[in-house]
Nanobody
Framework: QVQLVESGGGSVQAGGSLRLSCAAS????????MGWFRQTLGKEREFVSA?????????YYADFVKGRFTTSRDNAKNTVYLQMNSLKPEDTAVYYC??????????????????WGQGTQVTVFS
C-alpha cells in the first residue's frame, strides 16, 4: 500500500510560518508528481500546490498562496515539503499531500490523485 504521512501542522499567529512535510512510501516517488490540497469543514478540497517529478522547479500554485507558499521535494528522502509563510486566518484548514495517479492528470484536480495522506491541521489565529 502506498502511504503518505503529513506532519508539521499546528497553530500559528497570522503572519507566521509553518513547514509541512509529507513522507511517502511510493516506490516511484522520484517519478511521481506530488500535490498539496486543503479542506475546511463544509468546503470542497481545494488545490494548493503541486510539483512535478522531472523538474524540481516545475511547481504550480493556487492564486491565493502565490508568493507565500513554496513547495519542494527531496527525492532522496521521499519527502515533499510545503513552506507556508505569511499565513492568514483563511489558510486555516486540514492540509493533505497526495500522489498523482498519472502524469496525464491535471495537477489542479483532486480526482487526479490516487493516494492521499491523513491530513495535518493548520490553524492561523489573527
Amino acid at each position: 500500500q502506498v502511504q503518505l504521512v503529513e506532519s508539521g501542522g499546528g497553530s500559528v499567529q497570522a503572519g507566521g510560518s509553518l513547514r509541512l512535510s509529507c513522507a511517502a512510501s511510493v516506490g516511484t516517488f522520484s517519478r511521481t508528481t506530488m500535490g498539496w490540497f486543503r479542506q475546511t469543514l463544509g468546503k470542497e478540497r481545494e488545490f494548493v500546490s503541486a510539483i512535478r517529478w522531472w523538474n524540481s522547479d516545475t511547481a504550480y500554485y493556487a492564486d491565493f498562496v502565490k508568493g507565500r507558499f513554496t513547495t519542494s521535494r527531496d527525492n532522496a528522502k521521499n519527502t515533499v515539503y510545503l513552506q507556508m509563510n505569511s499565513l492568514k486566518p483563511e489558510d486555516t484548514a486540514v492540509y493533505y499531500c497526495a500522489a498523482l495517479s498519472s502524469s496525464l492528470g491535471a495537477v489542479f484536480s483532486p480526482s487526479s490523485y490516487g493516494f492521499w495522506g491523513q491530513g495535518t491541521q493548520v490553524t492561523v489565529f489573527s
